[in-house]
């Protein structure tokens, strides 16, 4: 099946407000390296596709969801973090790629629409210098390079990761996996390192307010 007729098989399973269904692990689409954006769909298709992310992603509520976790192997996501101190104002990207710009990283504990329910403590880059393409919301398609810091880098990670097949929790300080009605139970990285019996970089991270420089 090509991906415009996907697509449209995808979309005919939104509801009346345009919430598309959020696949959960185990489905083939969050494992698979998604191909990169190349105008495979049409303009029309392609804002409706934007469009019903997004509110997939509101609804939800999350900070950003990539386009395999609707079932699309594409390299595309949209992100938004309405926080006044580290805010991402809405962003649709198309193949976006990321680096690390020192070795400086943050220890925090992460979600992911398509593992509902669950937390685990993930170690992330805290800048990075970010590539991608970003599709404005006139539909115009144009290059972006930006570096990010703090919460919008995490997010950014996050999603560009989920096109290469790889869930946040992949990448999890082992043993750090729970519900997240336990979160609140571990106010801070160092009751969590003491409470789930961790150790390693996160231990160190912990006695330094969340942070490690490898």
């Known amino acids: ?29 969050l494992r698979r390296r998604s191909q990169d954006w190349a105008g495979q769909l049409s303009d029309e298709l392609l804002a409706q596709l934007v469009e019903c992310m997004i509110v997939t992603m509101r609804d939800a509520p999350g900070v950003g969801l990539a386009a395999p976790q609707v079932g699309i192997p594409l390299r595309l996501a949209v992100m938004e973090h309405d926080d006044p101190e580290e805010p991402l104002p809405l962003l649709t990207v198309l193949n976006p790629t990321y680096r ?13 629409l398509s593992m509902d329910g669950l937390r685990s ?7 990075v210098a970010f590539t991608c393409l970003v599709r404005d919301a006139d539909g115009t398609i144009r290059e972006h390079a930006a570096d990010m810091h703090g919460w919008p880098a995490r997010i950014v990670q996050h999603e560009t990761d989920h096109l290469s097949g790889v869930l ?24 969590a390192c003491k409470r789930l019996g961790l150790s ?10 969340g942070v490690w420089v490898q």
């Open 100 to 112: 690390a710009l020192d070795g400086e990283r943050a220890y925090a504990w992460e979600g992911c």
């Open 168 to 191: 946040c929790h992949d990448e999890a300080v082992p043993r750090s996996l729970v519900y997240e009605e336990y979160v609140t139970r571990m106010p801070d990285l160092e009751s």
């Open 1 to 29: 099946m090509d991906l415009s007729t996907l697509t449209k098989k995808i979309l005919d399973r939104r509801d009346a407000a345009g919430v598309l269904p959020i696949v959960q692990a185990g489905h083939p689409a």
């Open 121 to 127: 403590i993930v170690p992330r880059a805290t800048s």
């Open 200 to 209: 390693g970089d996160v231990t160190r991270a912990a006695a330094n307010g």
